[in-house]
DNA sequence: AATGAATGAGGATTCATTCAT
DNA sequence: AATGAATGAATCCTCATTCAT
């Protein structure tokens, strides 16, 4: 995985870039879920971060940095809660449930961010832009393993090129509990969300005869 | 159904604000694509509408009145394009394949308009916003209601609870061909995004006894 | 004569450009002539000029379109006032010494703008720059045509080579009035430095046997 | 002659102040040439002297300062160079030519120097400013003496009113190979331009009675 | 109704200099 | 002596909006 050039800096010390730009990072994050990209200036990022107006710029080349590096901690915030939940089960019938209910509960817990990036990544000039929506596709592929062990192991019955599109599908469900979140949240609790969606992808990927009765409730 | 307070203007033939409102509109669609709403300037707007900078603001009270123009025109244009979709059919079972078809076409017909109304939204002051979302939860009712006949004729077998929800799938994953383009076009072709997703729509919505031998694997 | 491009202004009225454009002008130049193109500020000038901070960038695109305008203007103003001067006489043994008269005179009454193109033309980016130098030679053809026709009419004996030089030696020894005004103004007036160098120069220029004895006083 | 007050430095050791203000003054010239004194950043002086941000301010109090040392330096080289050339010759007629054409070598071996000096002494605070034209002076003097010794040897026949003038002349038509070099250089070699210069300016300076026939046509 | 010149508050970014280590 | 991270005042420029004509 070729490491793509990393913002420059003149500041030497790497353990002291990571810190700040890590403030930088958290200060840039609340301020855009509040008030948007455009509608946050530098100097308060730099005021919320603790840094002076010059500061800033030392570890940051640009507005546009700021906003990449918090897509990026977004991304990789994503994969590691999602990493924390793939893990026991044994087929996939029995596994793809647990992880969904997993995946549901992180973009709720999430929901800010993942919003942030869904509203802001078009502001990302396009060099920026590319590797952000690698990421993303690389989230992806992990849905599309999953489906992919789940028809190896005769969980799933699903035509393979579809598959692509399914953990796309999945994606966007989950990500649409907090870009839809406005209609939703009057309706749905986040259990109820989780369970329908769940149900309703079972039904898609599971063969009618594997369908045990009530299997929509029980798990 | 209530007009809420239409945008004040000092013009006094409404035909005429009509007139200019629509050049304005589709110069702001224009540029605010290409650019988007912050890249775009109002002077650009004024000049690509064939207006004077000062004439702009006869017609128009801020720049945030001339988003929620467009995302009104585009909201205008989706329900128009579905409504002449929407017709023949008996059963819903066979109806709603041939709606989803032709959502999907709006959808890729009108992508740059889907792509601008997602980007941009969340630069609407909040009382234009809760107009625009409450038209997208109206278009979202559109399908709950084809849900609803559906069960109501036998079609489908779903809990009328998931109902909602599901109709809110559906429009995401509509909307999803304009926003996730960037991935989706290099796997697949409008007509094969549409065969799929319309076919793990139905299996999620019929009965399984309703389910005619190979029909999720037939087309 | 081509006319190279000029400053692109939002503005219609060619007239209100001009206008504008003079009072800016006018104001730079005396900002820049006190404290130095880098030492003065965009706002300084507007203020100076009477405009807005904005109004200023509608007749001008940057803080370098100013200096060229000022730098063209320098030159316009040193060539009219050329203009003035070099009319009557008959043989260019006569004429000359008139002429460099009037154009010490020239450089005296604009020494502050003659240091200004001097000290701040190398600030220009590089397009403008070429213009600037190019009036800057045309200037010094002025002389050289002097010279050649002083040549054909037997008043001076020099080789043609030299013609070019010497009009760029009559040029800086000119401008030098303005750029080592710090030492020359105490020990020379202006008539005496005009009186000194124009003999000189007709020292160059002049065969021994056209030079009427005492002709270094008595002109 | 009184060293006027030296800038200030915290560090004691004499020599290697000497040292490390040789390496900001090399650093610095190169720098200031290639994109002026206000192209040019204090951090890029240091990285390019190989210093610290920090240590070049234990040198040196100011960016100014810098400027200073480097006018000091270019008139030391200059000075030192014209030592070299002064040199070998018994009348004046004979070494003046001579020594013009040395001062136009130096002047050609050191045109970026020259030019640097020309265009950015004006950002020079007042205070070193004199100390800058003093030195400048100071190699007026130095030609001003010559043709003294030249009037004294009878080499010359010139009014010693003129003389100041005419070391001055000296100097610009020498510095102008620097700074018109944009254009000199299409039409005169460097030896073109010597020749012509120094015939020009012994035809001021030499009584017509010690011309022999033909020098100023002869090479 | 139409116009477009005028405006100034505001925004991203730079950089000489300092000072704690 | 050497360092380099920190700083904030200052700079150029933009742009939504107004208003006199």
Redesign the interface.
């Known amino acids: 995985m070729k490491r793509t050039d990393p913002i420059a800096t003149?500041v030497k010390d790497p353990e002291l870039v990571r810190l700040r730009r890590e403030q930088i990072v958290a200060a840039a994050t609340k301020l855009f879920s509040e008030k948007?990209y455009?509608g946050t200036t530098t100097r308060e990022i730099a005021r919320t971060s603790g840094l002076g107006t010059g500061t800033l710029y030392e570890y940051v080349n640009s507005k546009e940095d700021i906003l990449y590096l918090v897509c990026d901690m977004i991304h990789t915030q994503v994969e590691e809660r999602l990493k924390l939940v793939s893990c026991e089960g044994d087929r996939m019938i029995d596994r793809l449930p647990v992880i969904l209910s997993g995946f549901f509960k992180v973009m709720d817990d999430l929901q800010e961010l993942v919003l942030l990036i869904?509203?802001e990544t078009?502001?990302l000039p396009s060099e920026y832009m590319v590797r952000v929506?690698a990421r993303?596709?690389q989230i992806?592929e992990y849905f599309a393993n999953l489906l992919h062990a789940g028809i190896a192991d005769g969980s799933f019955s699903v035509?393979p090129?579809?598959v692509?599109?399914?953990a796309?599908?999945i994606m966007?469900?989950g990500q649409?509990w907090a870009f839809?979140r406005?209609?939703?949240q009057y309706?749905?609790s986040l259990q109820?969300?989780t369970e329908?969606?769940t149900s309703?992808l079972m039904?898609?990927l599971v063969a009618?005869e594997n369908l045990r009765k009530g299997d929509e409730n029980g798990n």
Chains 1, 2, 3, 4 share one sequence.
């Open positions: 003149p948007g455009h869904y509203q078009k502001s929506l993303e596709e992806s035509e090129e579809v692509s599109l399914m796309h599908n966007v469900l649409m839809r406005w209609s939703l309706k749905y109820a969300f329908t969606q309703l039904r898609e009618p």
